[in-house]
């Protein structure tokens, strides 16, 4: 699966932003997606994911401000954001789990196999 995030750019405090995530070489159908994150300076946290059976987990810093979606028939999944923080400036990033044959997804980037290049966003107070 070959993946390609969109929609960062620099946004101010308290303001939304949707990410997007298209997939090419195979269906989304049947596999979990996240979306992780990286800010300057620490590790790629995962925020994020969607099951095969449209279940969604959240961390807590992202609960209730940001919502996870896909649409299989455009092959698509996408990242709602509102309320943005600068904590939520980073580079994030959509990945695939389309070998592991679980069932729900996971926020561990162990639990993925393929990686798009990410889309920085920057958050200004």
């Known amino acids: 699966v070959q993946l390609q995030a969109s929609g960062g750019g620099l946004v101010q405090a308290g303001d939304s932003r949707r990410l997007s995530c298209i997939a090419s070489g195979r269906t989304l159908d049947y596999i979990n997606i996240g979306w992780f994150r990286q800010a300057p300076g620490k590790e790629r946290e995962g925020i994020s994911c969607?099951?095969?059976?449209?279940?969604?987990y959240y961390v807590d810093s992202v609960k209730g401000r940001f919502t996870i979606s896909r649409d299989n028939a455009k092959n698509m999944v996408y990242l709602q954001m509102n309320n943005l923080k600068p904590e939520d400036t980073a580079v994030y990033y959509c990945a695939t789990d389309s070998t592991s044959g679980r069932n729900k997804c996971t926020i561990f980037a162990w639990g993925y196999d393929s990686w798009g290049q990410g889309t920085q966003v920057t958050v200004s107070s």
């Open positions: 969607i099951s095969i059976d449209r279940s969604t």
